[in-house]
């Protein structure tokens, strides 16, 4: 406190004169040349409407600034009725209960807005967010809603005050800019949820926003056994195929015994209706590509691989490492929720007949389309002890989602597809 003092009667000397001046009475010329000619960068020449401080400042009882009263904390209120100079020659404000404060611009700034932009803007909140009934400046209250972090709203003013730029959001209150973000941003709380309610050794997940790129996951790099997601390898590539004019949906695929027996081929014991044994008949492209997506069909899957994929050669291989951002063994078929997303994703912008008919499978009543009330193109996955699904799932903004499990059941995998719609429907 000395020492702000003896800071105070330094200042003195940028002054001219010792006149006491009281704004109740008016100024004179005399006064008025003190104000005016007093150090502008230094005192107010004012009474403030809405005054703050930026940091504790100590009042006085007399105008002398001698006789400590008290202290002002931010954002606390007080009013100013009158502005002085003092008998040093400092200007000062006199305070509606009695006390006094110097009018010192480092430490005492008029709280108001200083100027206002209308816009018309979509922006989604932050965590940690504060609503306010105004602009936020000194004596303006906090107001509560049902507005929860990540929500998608339209702001319609931004106005700028000294203690930063707050946004209108329609019909709800103030925000400080600090705390909206002009990108979708609910992959957060994605990212929040599966890491406090996800995060276990048989769970991989990952999820990934297709207009904005942005991801999340737990374990999405950890590789297990793929079962039939390696199916979408041969899928993805027949539909490269037929976009390219190598093949088309009615082109005769014959099934042979050696369509079963290349790199890559499954047992043709497992799931689909077409036959187990070969029948040297002919099968369209269309019915082939049916089957596979729609009953994840092995047989359909070994004729799409050995004609349309060339029995895995390395063209094939070199275009699907490339799409997984790593190699993608067809014989061992282990892969991560990361990998296959990728090949999803490619197949999403891909389109095409592939695409479509994964949209109305035998397995739409489990895994992750169960719960969820939009359009799901998916491909399952079951072997042993592994169950696996990977989508895309379509919202106003489509989103991946892929989840591998290991020991696990259908109904978690429904339940982390429906957790994770809810954030992002």
């Not at 009042?59 to 008998?87: C, H, M, W």
């Not at 390219?244 to 099934?255: A, F, V």
């Not at 089957?291 to 291989?317: C, I, M, P, W």
């Amino acid at each position: 406190m000395r020492k702000y003092f003896f800071l105070l009667l330094s200042l003195s000397g940028l002054l001219t004169t010792q006149t006491v001046i009281s704004t109740e009475q008016g100024l004179t010329k005399e006064q008025e040349h003190v104000l005016t000619t007093s150090n502008q960068d230094l005192f107010y020449n004012h009474v403030l409407k809405n005054p703050n401080v930026y940091q504790e400042l100590v009042t006085y009882k007399n105008a002398d600034l001698t006789l400590p009263s008290g202290k002002l904390l931010p954002n606390t209120s007080f009013e100013i009725t009158e502005l002085r100079v003092n008998q040093q020659g400092i200007p000062i404000f006199k305070l509606k209960d009695n006390n006094f404060i110097v009018a010192d611009k480092r430490f005492v700034f008029d709280d108001v807005v200083l100027s206002n932009e209308v816009v018309n803007k979509t922006v989604w909140i932050k965590k940690g967010f504060k609503l306010y009934e105004k602009p936020l400046v000194n004596n303006v209250k906090e107001v509560s809603s049902k507005l929860t972090s990540y929500s998608k709203v339209t702001i319609s003013q931004v106005s700028k005050t000294n203690q930063g730029d707050f946004a209108y959001i329609d019909g709800i209150g103030w925000i400080s800019t600090e705390f909206i973000s002009d990108t979708d941003n609910r992959i957060d709380k994605v990212q929040e949820l599966l890491t406090s309610k996800y995060q276990r050794e048989n769970l991989s997940i990952f999820v990934k926003q297709i207009d904005n790129d942005l991801t999340a996951g737990v374990n999405e790099d950890k590789e297990m056994y793929s079962a039939s997601i390696t199916k979408l390898l041969y899928l993805y590539y027949s539909q490269k195929m037929i976009n390219e004019g190598n093949y088309s949906l009615r082109s005769p695929l014959r099934y042979k015994e050696e369509v079963n027996d290349f790199s890559g081929a499954y047992e043709t014991a497992g799931t689909g209706s077409l036959p187990k044994d070969a029948d040297n008949k002919d099968y369209s492209v269309e019915d082939v590509i049916s089957r596979t997506a729609k009953e994840s069909d092995n047989v359909g899957s070994n004729l799409l691989g050995y004609y349309l994929a060339n029995q895995s050669d390395e063209r094939f291989h070199r275009t699907i490492d490339q799409l997984a951002g790593r190699h993608w063994d067809v014989e061992e078929r282990d892969a991560s929720t990361r990998m296959a997303s990728y090949v999803m994703e490619a197949l999403y912008h891909q389109g095409g007949f592939v695409l479509d008919s994964m949209l109305e499978t035998q397995f739409d009543n489990q895994r992750i389309s169960k719960d969820i009330d939009v359009k799901v193109a998916h491909k399952i996955g079951d072997a042993y002890d592994f169950k696996h699904d990977v989508a895309v799932v379509y919202t106003d903004t489509p989103f991946i989602l892929s989840i591998f499990t290991e020991h696990s059941d259908y109904d978690t995998i429904s339940q982390i597809a429906k957790d994770i719609y809810e954030v992002l429907k």
